[in-house]
């Protein structure tokens, strides 16, 4: 298994249980009759992460399961033999592994995230709790995150809905509070977080921030609105009252 997050990070703990307990409950038990060797590879650098894909290949398993698309990339370089898993993938056709979702090919194979459409849902829920809403910045890390992939389906949406889409790039914690701290700076603002793990393994940052300087937020996964997402005082929306 190599993962993007890090192994005491509570979120990848919950995964993990949940992954061994699926696993006991089709007659896998670990330590017993099945072996598991683990990579965590958090916010490490291409070559760590290709790294981690070698030792993993070399031990020769079975299967080798992965999350996040430049983990699958690191492993896809290694073997196109062993069987690879993934989870958590936004666009796993355009990433190259596979050829198409009914005919999968290759030793590829898994479990997507969002269809691309779903970038609408987020911007009117946005707009929906926050009607003066002009501007949402779409933050993401480029190299950990196929943005594209949702961003060309937000554009259009963004102007019919009258919200300038930023596109806010960040990589590590310092460009992530210096990216929010000057897009509050203007009125109106909104944050919309896509899938991607630099952000996730930031979330307590995130939402923090969001909260310090009173933007309303559109999170995509449990974890960031487990510690709690932002609603305007005042909000009537149902989403808030919900």
Avoid at 26 to 40: A, L
Avoid at 113 to 131: N, R
Avoid at 139 to 145: G, I
């Amino acid at each position: 298994m190599l993962t993007a997050l890090a192994e005491d990070d509570p979120e990848n703990q919950a995964r993990l249980a949940g992954f061994r307990l699926g696993l006991e409950k089709r007659g896998w038990s670990e330590g017993r009759n099945v072996r598991i060797d683990y990579r965590f590879a958090p916010a490490a650098s291409p070559d760590q992460v290709q790294l981690f894909a070698k030792e993993l290949v070399a031990l020769r398993p079975d299967v080798i399961f992965a999350q996040t698309t430049p983990v699958v990339a690191a492993l896809q370089r290694e073997t196109r033999t062993i069987p690879i898993v993934f989870a958590a993938l936004a666009d796993p056709i355009g990433s190259g592994f596979i050829a198409s979702l009914p005919q999968p090919g290759g030793n590829i194979t898994g479990v997507m995230l969002y269809e691309p459409s779903v970038t609408g849902k987020w911007l009117s829920m946005l707009k929906e709790i926050a009607p003066q809403l002009v501007r949402a910045a779409f933050m993401v890390n480029p190299t950990t995150a196929v943005y594209n992939y949702y961003l060309r389906a937000a554009e259009p949406l963004s102007r019919s809905l009258g919200i300038d889409l930023v596109l806010t790039r960040v990589a590590n914690a310092d460009e992530i509070e210096r990216a929010i701290e000057v897009f509050a700076s203007v009125p109106n603002g909104g944050l919309v977080l896509p899938p991607d793990v630099t952000t996730t393994a930031h979330r307590d940052l995130i939402v923090a921030l969001a909260v310090r300087y009173r933007l309303p937020a559109v999170y995509t996964i449990r974890p960031f609105v487990r510690l709690a997402g932002l609603c305007p005082t005042g909000s009537t929306s149902p989403i808030c009252s919900a």
